[in-house]
């Protein structure tokens, strides 16, 4: 019944005002109404719009030449696309190796039910940043099980602590070629961090004596290890670049207090995919 009616109405409005209409039957059917105005009126002025710069977060740390660095700045950094990359130094058994199918499809680590990397490096890399006022660049931190395969045939990679969240390489651009004032200013975030300034097992940095691979003598502490790899020394998939750069692994974890290995089960089950 009610939509009878609707159709009604609908159609006494055409008919009422239909193209057919006479121009003073359209007049008719216009309503004007005049626009009242005090003798006074004035239009509010319009200031000119000046270009603003965004208001920082309390929380938030950037100037134009870094970010804060994050968790995120450390995921895998495998690409499907990279060409495979062929091992023929044995003849007998000569290897290929393709790589993984980026982070996009697996995640970080998963460190203390969190998917994470070790958190002192995140807050040793912004110390960095925030002192230097340069980017630091990170060229390695997680590596999956495959993009590690990949990325450093090396034997001493199959072991590397960059599967579990526990090393990154980096280079502070602008002062690539000044990577022992970096490490200095590791030395320094030891030294002026309250939570580790009065524990000389963390503001001591000894030397590491033993053989590595580069011709620097490694530094650690309770905590981490630090290897400053010269231009020449250990150039990997991720480390393709022309410059110095550091190395820092974790070897000590103070949530758990315990120390930090690698094991095949964690580097391989211990991330989402
Ligand atoms: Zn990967």
Avoid at 87 to 105: F, G, Q, R, T
Avoid at 173 to 183: A, D, H, R, T, V
Wanted: hydrophobic residues 30%; contains cysteine.
């Amino acid at each position: 019944m009610n939509c009878q009616r609707f159709f009604i109405f609908l159609s006494f409005i055409f008919i009422a005002c239909s193209s057919n209409d006479t121009e003073d039957q359209k007049k008719q059917c216009h309503k004007i109404e005049t626009i009242t105005r005090m003798d006074k009126d004035e239009f509010y002025p319009f200031e000119t719009p000046q270009k603003k710069t965004l208001d920082l977060y309390p929380f938030e740390e950037r100037s134009l030449d870094y970010y804060k660095i994050t968790k995120e700045f450390f995921r895998c950094k495998g690409q499907p696309l990279n060409p495979e990359r062929v091992d023929s130094s044995n003849k007998d058994n000569i290897k290929v190796y393709l790589d993984c199918e980026s982070s996009a499809k697996h995640g970080l680590p998963l460190i203390n039910g969190g998917e994470n990397v070790y958190p002192i490096l995140v807050d040793i890399l912004n110390y960095i940043q925030r002192q230097t006022k340069k980017r630091v660049v990170i060229t390695c931190g997680h590596r999956c099980p495959k993009h590690n395969s990949y990325a450093d045939i090396s034997n001493s990679a199959k072991n590397s602590k960059h599967m579990i969240g526990a090393e990154v390489d980096f280079y502070v651009q602008g002062l690539e070629n000044s990577p022992q004032k970096i490490i200095d200013l590791i030395f320094d975030y030891y030294k002026t961090e309250p939570k580790y300034r009065i524990d000389n097992t963390y503001t001591s940095f000894l030397s590491y004596k033993n053989p590595t691979d580069v011709s620097t003598p490694p530094w650690y502490n309770k905590e981490i290890f630090i290897k400053l790899n010269e231009s020449t020394e250990n150039r990997d998939f991720n480390n393709r670049h022309p410059y110095p750069y550091i190395t820092i692994q974790v070897i000590f974890d103070r949530a758990t207090k315990q120390k930090v290995t690698y094991s095949w089960e964690k580097a391989h089950r211990g991330y989402l995919q």
